[in-house]
């Protein structure tokens, strides 16, 4: 039959059990009080126990927790045991109805009476062995089922089992159990509920038979909780209960948490201040800081935390593990304030060396999080393992590191977020991604937009723009940063993308694209934000009323920004833009929202590809933007190889919906001073043709420079000439400076300079 322990004490011990096997082990009618219950293989068998001030095994954190999991213990509890005086090993429990004084003998009472009375296997006999009144039941401990077991109580009492040292109960379909002793025949209980720490109570199940000691919860009416409370109350006196001795966690849904400034001005989800002293489960009692909420409270799949309208100081780093996670299909949200007129949800870290974050995520996953601004921070969001985290108009500003990093996590998403004035926007290490980055804006870091050393990212429809001259838009191992209907937009001398593995360097998007295969439909153009100074990115236009400012209303501008209407066109997010949107979705922050700028209603065209710029060789893809064209609308396609005098086809008769064209420029000369134009074939219609000269190069170029005599000359054969672009030996430019400023160089091109005076 194996080893049992029964009716014993095991007070204060390191480990009161340390058991190779449990198969041949049982453990009831006992008291363990202190440290560890149960080490090695685990708990065992047996019942109506009574634990205090003790881990019951290691990674269980409450007794239900493993009730639920074996399906076993279902009555023992957790509780203080009220002996007589462990320290001196007198473990009699206290009684009113008297028990034995162990240093004399005798028989004394006490002013409570201890939970281990009459607490023990109702089917054990022992009970018969124990003095009048002895309840009909064994005690728990020592002395039950003994000549010296403390006496019962005659009056009806009660006592809960369940979630006395907390736990998770859900709204339907769980038991909770109850004692009960001393009562009258057909005595009837009811169940009652408190989710604020036993303020206010609400009947949960009435007429229940007092000695059924147990019932199922079926209180679905109700809000979850993780100050809950219950209680079984007499039904005859209401003045005999028992309520569990902490609070535990009732979910019925998800929770909502919710946090406050100091302030109420512009706020959307509370109606009083923050204050760290209030529970932080309702809009009228807020949480002042998001590291005491977190501190406090175990984040679940589908809880949400509401950070209202304010500016909220970060002191230390907020760090959200994997034991605040939510899954991939039911995230845990944190949710800032959407009223941007009153400023929005602001954090500011306001320490910016190393190891500070605005907000750090360790190892954890699926989480949302929105609407949120965080400022002067090392890191302002910092992701650290996990996968399945979701940053949605989430912005960044001032780091002195990077605005988003992401290390080591995989299924990362970027949408409609802002890096802006960080060192690095996005960075990138430990084979992190892949990351999606969508509709987002990366704005005048001062080293580097996107850096992925390794793992993966990929972008689309959003903006990437370097200020700075020694700045990059894209530093990537090799090809593992991928993206296309973006726009990248480089100041001169900063660079498109630089690939460390190779020390390949890209200075236009053509090169780039020759490179990687990426950003084929990209655009390179100055954006033109209504004020990126103060982080107004809403697109300008020329159309009355197409920009919303978020303080003015809707206004326009003098100019239309390129991006309006240029985005991916196989997007159908368009239709969530205000009318006329051009049936195509804009780049940037607001494209495919009801905040997206409106373009103008006419066809226009926009020669996209190699426009600040570059270099074309073999055959390569030229891209425009078509956009308010009819259905069927054609184009042509002309290059100028001289810098705009004379034009060739490339593409006679195209859909304007096309937007691309394959341009075999093997069959062309090379040249120093490319051009190209798409032209509509409708009568009046529009056209758009580059302005930068970009070169078309199958082999190193020669580029010759005459002054106005041809005296002496050895290498050309005419006077140079400021319009001279092909600046080929026959015409030659007239001038070094232009040359250098104006055509694109590259390794292996050779510049000759004619005799003569400059």
């Known amino acids: 039959p194996g080893n049992a322990w029964d009716r014993g004490v095991s007070w204060s011990n390191g480990t009161a059990f340390s058991l190779s096997t449990l198969s041949s082990m049982s453990v009831s009618n006992s008291m363990i009080a202190g440290n560890t219950a149960f080490a090695a293989s685990g708990v065992p068998a047996g019942d109506y126990n009574v634990l205090w001030q003790t881990l019951l095994t290691s990674g269980i954190n409450n007794l239900n927790e493993y009730q639920k999991i074996a399906n076993a213990w279902w009555r023992s509890t957790y509780a203080p045991p009220q002996f007589a005086s462990p320290s001196t090993y007198d473990f009699h429990p206290q009684s009113q109805g008297g028990r034995v004084q162990q240093s004399t003998g005798t028989i004394v009472t006490d002013l409570v009476t201890s939970i281990l009375i009459d607490f023990g296997s109702p089917d054990s006999p022992g009970w018969t062995n124990e003095p009048s009144p002895n309840g009909s039941r064994i005690n728990v401990g020592r002395h039950g089922g003994t000549g010296e077991a403390s006496r019962s109580r005659t009056n009806t009492w009660l006592q809960v089992l369940t979630y006395n040292d907390g736990g998770q109960l859900n709204a339907f379909g769980e038991t909770v159990y109850w004692n009960a002793g001393a009562y009258t025949s057909g005595a009837t209980v009811r169940i009652e509920y408190s989710s604020d720490d036993g303020t206010t109570w609400s009947v949960i199940e009435s007429n229940l038979a007092i000695d059924a000691g147990s019932a199922t919860w079926n209180g679905t009416n109700f809000p979850s909780s993780r ?146 601004v965080f400022s002067n921070a090392y890191q302002g969001i910092f992701v650290s393992g996990g996968s399945n985290l979701t940053f949605r108009r989430v912005e960044t500003r001032g780091t002195t ?69 020694g700045a990059v838009i894209y530093r990537a191992a090799t090809t593992n940063i991928g993206g296309n209907f973006n726009n990248l937009y480089a100041v001169d001398e900063a660079m498109i993308g630089v690939q460390t593995a190779s020390s ?93 700028s409106k373009g103008v209603t006419a066809p226009w065209l926009l020669a996209a590809s190699l426009r600040s710029g570059g270099s074309v060789s073999g055959t390569s893809s030229l891209h425009w933007v078509a956009a308010n064209f009819t259905n069927g609308a054609r184009v042509s396609v002309e290059y100028s190889r001289d810098g705009g005098d004379l034009w060739q086809a490339i593409a006679t008769s195209v859909l304007a919906s096309a937007e691309t064209v394959v341009w075999d420029s093997t069959v062309v000369s090379n040249s120093p001073a490319g051009l190209w134009r798409v032209t509509s074939l409708d009568v009046g219609g529009p056209a758009d043709a580059t302005t930068n000269f970009f070169s078309i190069r199958n082999s190193p170029l020669e580029i010759f420079v005459n002054d106005a005599s041809t005296s002496g000359d050895v290498y050309t054969t005419s006077a140079g000439a400021p319009t001279n672009w092909i600046a080929s030996a026959s015409h030659p430019l007239s001038s070094l400076e232009l040359a250098l400023s104006k055509l694109n160089l590259d390794a292996g091109d050779r510049l000759y300079v004619d005799s003569g005076t400059y």
């Open 227 to 372: 100050f809950a409370r219950w209680r079984v109350v007499s039904e005859a006196n209401t003045n005999i209960y028992s309520m569990t001795f902490t609070n535990f966690v009732f979910r019925n849904g998800a929770f909502a948490y919710y946090l406050n400034d100091e302030a109420t001005v512009g706020d959307i989800y509370t109606t009083a201040p923050g204050n760290d002293s209030n529970l932080g489960t309702s809009p009228g009692t807020p949480k002042k800081n998001l590291f005491t909420l977190l501190g406090q409270a175990d984040l679940e799949p589908g809880d949400v935390v509401y950070i209202d309208t304010g500016n909220y100081p970060l002191a230390v780093n907020v760090v959200i593990g994997e034991f605040d996670s939510g899954q991939e299909t039911n995230p845990v949200h944190l949710i800032g304030s959407t009223n941007i007129q009153a400023g929005g949800t602001s954090m500011n870290r306001s320490l910016s060396q190393v190891g500070t974050y605005g907000l750090y995520f360790d190892n954890a996953h699926g989480i949302d999080v929105a609407n949120l």
């Open 401 to 469: 590191n990077a605005g988003f990093r992401i290390s080591n996590a995989r299924n990362i998403r970027l949408d409609r977020c802002v890096a802006a004035l960080n060192e690095t926007g996005v960075k990138l290490d430990s084979n992190a991604g892949p990351v999606s980055m969508t509709h987002s804006v990366v704005w005048d870091p001062h080293a580097v937009a996107i850096e992925a050393l390794s793992g993966s990212i990929s972008i689309s429809n959003s903006v990437l723009g370097v200020l700075d001259s």
């Open 504 to 596: 390949n360097l890209a200075e236009y998007i053509s090169g780039w694209t020759h490179l990687t295969g990426e950003e084929g439909q990209s655009l390179d153009v100055y954006p033109h934000f209504a004020n990126p100074s103060a982080y107004d990115f809403h697109l300008k236009t020329q159309t009355v009323g197409g920009r919303y400012d978020p303080f003015l209303g809707f206004v326009s501008d003098p100019l239309t920004s390129t991006l309006i209407d240029s985005g991916d066109p196989a997007s159908m997010a368009y239709t969530n833009e205000p009318s006329p949107n051009g049936s195509r979705i804009n780049i940037g922050l607001y494209g495919g929202t009801l905040e997206a």
